[in-house]
């Protein structure tokens, strides 16, 4: 059974940087790609990058693209997303999510055939002043 717990919320001024973690245990990533994705109260859930089972592809979502990196420790089964010149906007619940389905076009990753990955982090909380 695949776990995945984030870490690495947190309050933060505009224009500054948090790096958040997902630490998973209970499957071979070299099965899963993984994504983060990000819900705020009253709107959507937003996927906003994954990266695919060997990090060679990732995807960004305009809104964060230029200022927020995805990467991962697979000798560590550890997920990152540092987030870099933070906006109010960005302010939002985050999660880590898996999924063993993986699409690689024109190097870019879809991870998950939709928005309801296998599995699911409890989320972590950033909080971004103006």
């Known amino acids: 059974q695949v776990q995945l717990v984030e870490s690495g919320g947190g309050a933060v001024q505009a224009g500054g940087s948090l790096r958040l973690s997902c630490a998973a245990s209970?499957?071979?990533?070299?099965?899963?790609?993984t994504a983060w994705f990000r819900q705020a109260p009253g709107r959507e859930r937003e996927r906003i990058a994954a990266?695919?089972?060997?990090?060679?592809?990732?995807y960004y979502a305009d809104s964060v693209k230029g200022r927020f990196t995805i990467s991962q420790d697979n000798a560590k089964n550890i997920l990152y997303l540092q987030m870099n010149n933070l906006k109010p906007e960005d302010s939002s619940k985050y999660y880590c999510a898996a999924d063993r389905y993986t699409k690689i076009s024109a190097g870019a990753i879809q991870c998950g055939r939709d928005n309801a990955l296998e599995s699911w982090g409890q989320g972590t909380v950033v909080t971004v002043s103006s």
């Open positions: 209970g499957y071979t990533h070299t099965m899963y790609c």
């Open positions: 990266i695919s089972p060997d990090v060679g592809s990732t």
